[in-house]
């Protein structure tokens, strides 16, 4: 143990460290921080605070003492008086720069037992670059020729050492991973916030959609959708699965059951001399057209009727008869029409009503499913 300086290796957390050895007066005091002198003040006197405030951790503070040797701190005359406080400094100057002698011998390299210099394991710096062969060479200097084996060793140990920074670091990685990765064997279950999970993936909960008891099956959709059905609907464009009934042309092969079911029923006719309601054959070969059933009213048919099913009837009123009291120039009361004792001519009620006959109606849009 050193008797004239005290190394700490710093916390990174304090900047006052404790004197361990006596000194003569604080000039006498030196603080080095990673070797390099350093500002610093005494709290007490067993004490110094370094003044730039705590060194980072690792640091090494050296705080040493260094006792003047170029001149006596007491100087006796004759007839002085002899005070025991002049004695003690004078001996404790001598054995401080006794100490502070030896420490610096127990720091320099010394001929170990077998006669040859010991560093005992620690690091030799600022050598020279040699000059005769002998001469003792840093790392550097061996390094910088290329192709020899001190450089390949250097470079398979930076290399070394980077393969094992990269090592850790994928380890770290991975076990970050492994620590929040979610478990096949728990079905989804380990997911943190499941409605952002469904959101995120677009998908409904169970409690959101219907169970297999409450859903249709395809066949029994397929029964529920019977092509070539008529269906009137409030609003603007055929639903799905459904064409307005506006006389458009269409491929036979995107429609394939709606062009079956219209063939088996007989309502196809030819393009050429077909009314507006009818549907027609399209090209002859790959298209065929809708009727239009626009301003039309439905009549259901009857098979006993004597009309065949899709046929179209024009408007018409039913058969009927009107009375009609006309009067003869002296006042009598005589039958109407030609003939008639007394008859003064032709009565009419004038013309009355609309452009058209109809019931009261709304307009909705007519549709086929296909």
């Known amino acids: 143990m050193a008797d004239s300086y005290v190394l700490y290796t710093a916390s990174g957390s304090t900047d006052t460290y404790n004197i361990t050895f006596g000194y003569l007066a604080p000039e006498n005091v030196e603080v080095l921080l990673d070797g390099v002198s350093t500002p610093f003040t005494f709290p007490s006197l067993s004490q110094i605070q370094i003044t730039s405030g705590n060194p980072s ?17 007491i100087v006796w005359q004759n007839a002085a008086n002899l005070t025991a406080d002049d004695l003690n400094t004078a001996d404790l100057q001598v054995l401080y720069i006794m100490q502070e002698a030896f420490d610096g011998g127990d720091d320099t390299l010394k001929i170990g037992a077998e006669g040859v ?8 710096q600022n050598i020279a670059e040699p000059i005769d062969d002998a001469d003792a060479v840093t790392k550097g200097y061996l390094g910088s020729f290329p192709g020899s084996n001190l450089a390949e060793a250097v470079a ?32 989804l279950n380990d997911v943190v916030d499941k409605p952002d999970a469904r959101t995120n993936l677009n998908v409904y909960s169970k ?7 409450e859903v249709y099956t395809k066949s029994e959709v397929d029964l529920k959708r019977i092509v070539g059905e008529v269906v009137t609907v409030l609003a603007l464009t055929a639903p799905a699965g459904t064409l307005e009934l506006d006389g458009a042309m269409l491929p036979r092969a995107s429609f394939v059951d709606l062009y079956a079911h219209l063939t088996t029923a007989g309502l196809i006719v030819s393009e050429g001399g077909k009314d507006v309601w009818e549907f027609g054959d399209g090209d002859g070969s790959t298209t065929f057209s809708l009727g239009n059933f626009s301003t039309l009213f439905p009549r259901y048919w009857d098979s006993g009727s004597g009309r065949s099913l899709g046929s179209f009837e024009d408007d018409a009123l039913k058969s009927h008869n009107h009375s009609l009291n006309v009067y ?43």
Request: aromatic content about 6%.
């Open 117 to 124: 210099f010991d560093a005992e394991s620690k690091r030799i």
């Open 57 to 73: 951790l690792g640091a090494i503070v050296n705080i040493k003492r260094i006792t003047p040797r170029d001149a006596r701190e």
């Open 207 to 213: 409690g959101e959609v219907y169970s297999k008891s």
């Open 328 to 370: 003869n120039s002296s006042g009598g009361e005589a039958k109407a029409g030609s003939g008639v004792s007394g008859y003064e001519g032709l009565a009419s009620t004038g013309y009355f009503g609309d452009t058209e006959t109809r019931p009261k109606n709304i307009a909705l849009l007519a549709c086929i499913i296909y």
């Open 156 to 187: 398979a140990k930076d290399a070394a050492e980077d393969a094992q920074e990269a090592a850790e670091l994928a380890e770290t990685n991975a076990t970050a991973v492994l620590s929040s990765a979610m478990l096949k064997s728990n079905n």
